[in-house]
């Protein structure tokens, strides 16, 4: 399997969409928002690049559906009921064609339930058109570079996320669990989704990031 640091134009790519800046010039200092980007890749050069051979043949089922490693994250993610919310909201975000990039990705999708159990003040702010920003920081708060397991994920790891801030794992009697570091954390229901870009994991809770 090729070496992680192949894929950082993918990487680049999302650090213009944190940026929000369409422009090409090169800086001689780099932004905070390119350094978090490269330390995410820094942090997720040390997973196994090579975990795609665990790919079930038929696909993980999820909704009845079979998400299949011949599809991308976002076309997989388009046939499942239970994530419609946040396929929804990767559209209103613009992330589409990040995620449908070559990556690869780790992506930790929240379901349509988990979305609900968010204060309606905080979803409709989410859904607001003057909070894009505030939408894509969120989303991308869910999003690793490179393709991660869940056999990969060790109790007490902090990964560097798309969005320049961490998630921490706990793995407790098999079962993975993601967090902010401060609130209750979010359960993998459903693990090693594989697209041909990166890797899904459905979990039950959104993880919000923590107010600097």
Do not use: W
């Not at 192949?6 to 944190?18: D, G, I, N």
């Not at 990964?159 to 570091?181: A, C, P, R, W, Y």
Request: neutral net charge; aromatic residues 2%.
């Amino acid at each position: 399997m090729t070496n992680l640091f192949r894929h950082l134009p993918a990487t680049a790519l999302a650090v213009l969409l944190l940026t929000a800046c369409g422009g090409t010039d090169q800086k001689e200092t780099p932004t905070a928002e390119e350094a978090a980007a490269a330390k995410a890749v820094a942090d997720s050069a040390a997973m196994p690049t090579d975990s795609v051979r665990m790919a079930k043949p038929g696909g993980v089922m999820v909704d009845g559906v079979a998400m299949t490693a011949d599809k991308d994250i976002v076309d997989n993610a388009m046939q499942a009921k239970s994530v419609s919310t946040l396929v929804s909201l990767v559209k209103d975000a613009g992330l589409v064609e990040t995620l449908k990039g070559a990556g690869p990705y780790t992506v930790f999708a929240p379901t349509n339930a988990a979305f609900d159990k968010l204060p309606k003040a905080a979803l409709a702010a989410l859904t607001d058109e003057a909070s894009k920003a505030k939408l894509k920081g969120v989303l991308t708060y869910h999003v690793i570079p490179g393709r991660l397991l869940a056999v990969d994920i060790k109790d007490g790891q902090e990964i560097t996320t798309v969005n320049g801030e961490k998630l921490h794992f706990t793995v407790k009697d098999g079962k993975v669990m993601v967090s902010n570091g401060k609130d209750a954390p979010a359960t993998v229901q459903i693990a090693d989704v594989i697209s041909k870009n990166g890797v899904t994991h459905v979990i039950d809770t959104v993880v919000l990031p923590t107010a600097k």
